[in-house]
Structure formats: structure tokens, C-alpha cells
């Protein structure tokens, strides 16, 4: 069936550079996307969502992407600190459900 | 505080012990869902209400059951537990329609032996 997946399972930057997590998505009529934040024993947290008549859409200091042509949604975050360290998730809308990608851990390096 | 409530954090069980895991929530949301999360494979949907005694399967509804007799609540039953239903577990919650954020509790950490 359709699926959310994500380029890289890990990726690891310094404190202070920017990080850019990847996710491609393979139905072309989502037209709903949210990242989601998970810290270790916690559950998901919302970060930012973008609708599909957008293709940029800004929060403190994180930036969602949306690319609908090649069905490509990316997350950065600005000045990346230790406390951005969690495994980031992209979730795809579909009807009232949402599918999720297998998630990018994200490390911040000192 | 607006939030999704799971009941136990951590629960171990042995296999055919029938055991449910409680969700409730305190934002009036129509929708609630019941995700299994396993290292690999994500998020994903067991079991999904889009309001008082409408309930319908996700991806993997096989081995549970749920209810919705009231709106804040959606409890998770497993009727007998086997070995393959150890996971980590995730309610959500949201308003009704798409493009609204869902809403996650803590997570049941389930371990049947």
C-alpha cells in the first residue's frame, strides 16, 4: 500500500549547525503532513504541519519543505542544540488517518 | 492541561492473560486511534474511532479489540496476549476531519512473556 519512509534512519550534527531530515511520501493526493517530535519514553510531539496548496512553512527555528513533485517533505532546524536530540517523524494524512515513516534519529554532537 | 492519559507506562504480562490498556482523553476530540510502535517499522494503526461506538481497523488489528462507550475513553484489550504483541504502544487523539494534529499519550511499554 501507499507509505511514508525516510531517507536516513540516523544522522548526526554538531550543536549549532542545521539539520535537515528527509522523508518521501508515495500518495500523491495527501494533501496533510505533520512532523513529530519523539523524545526518549515519551510519546510523539507535535512540531509543525504544512497543507499542500504550501510548499514552505516556518516555526522557531524549524522550516518544513514540501516538494509535491517529487513527493519529498524535509524538516530543518536552525541552530541545532542538544536538546533537539529525539527521533523525528513525518506523518502523512490520509483521510482522517494518519501513516507514519519508520522515523530519523537525530544526535546533536557537542 | 489538555492531554492523552495511557494506563499502565509499563505492564508485564504472560501469554493468554487477558489485559487491557487504558486511554483517556480531556479535550473533547472525536477521533482516537491505537498505534503499535516497533523498532524498524514505525507507527503503526491497530484500531481507530471516529466517535462514541463507531470503531474501525487499521493496519493491524489482529489479536486486539477496543471500545468507545464514552468520548474521552478508548481502551485496548488484548484478550490473549501472545509473545509477538510485546511493543510499545501509543494512543492519540483529534478534533474530527483531516488535517488536524494528533494528540499522544506517554506510551504502554507491553512485555508478554
Known amino acids: 500500500g501507499e507509505s511514508v519512509g525516510l531517507h536516513l534512519p540516523t544522522l548526526s550534527v554538531q550543536e549549532g549547525d542545521n539539520s535537515i531530515i528527509n522523508c518521501a511520501y508515495s500518495?500523491?493526493?495527501?494533501?496533510?503532513f505533520i512532523w513529530y517530535k519523539q523524545e526518549s519514553g515519551k510519546g510523539p510531539q507535535f512540531i509543525i504541519d504544512?497543507?499542500?496548496?504550501?510548499d514552505k512553512r516556518q516555526g522557531q527555528r524549524v522550516t518544513v519543505l514540501l516538494n509535491k513533485t517529487v513527493k519529498h517533505l524535509s524538516l530543518q532546524i536552525a541552530a541545532t542544540q542538544p536538546g533537539d536530540s529525539a527521533v523525528y517523524f513525518c506523518a502523512e494524512n490520509q483521510g482522517q488517518n494518519f501513516v507514519f515513516g519508520p522515523g530519523t534519529r537525530l544526535s546533536v554532537l557537542p | 492541561e489538555a492531554q492523552v492519559t495511557q494506563n499502565p507506562r509499563y505492564l508485564i504480562t504472560v501469554t493468554g492473560k487477558k489485559l487491557t490498556v487504558t486511554c483517556s482523553q480531556n479535550?473533547?476530540?472525536?477521533?482516537m486511534s491505537w498505534y503499535r510502535q516497533d523498532p524498524g517499522l514505525g507507527l503503526r494503526q491497530i484500531y481507530y474511532?471516529?466517535?462514541?461506538?463507531?470503531?474501525d481497523k487499521g493496519d493491524v488489528p489482529e489479536g486486539y479489540k477496543v471500545s468507545r462507550k464514552e468520548k474521552r475513553n478508548f481502551p485496548l484489550i488484548l484478550e490473549s496476549p501472545s509473545p509477538n504483541q510485546t511493543s510499545l504502544y501509543f494512543c492519540?487523539?483529534?478534533?474530527?476531519?483531516?488535517?488536524?494534529?494528533?494528540?499522544f499519550g506517554q506510551g504502554t511499554r507491553l512485555t508478554v512473556v
Open positions: 479535550m473533547n476530540h472525536e477521533y
Open positions: 474511532s471516529m466517535n462514541v461506538e463507531v470503531t
Open positions: 492519540a487523539s483529534s478534533f474530527q476531519g483531516e488535517g488536524t494534529e494528533a494528540f
Open positions: 504544512i497543507r499542500s496548496n504550501m
Open positions: 500518495n500523491s493526493a495527501s494533501d496533510y
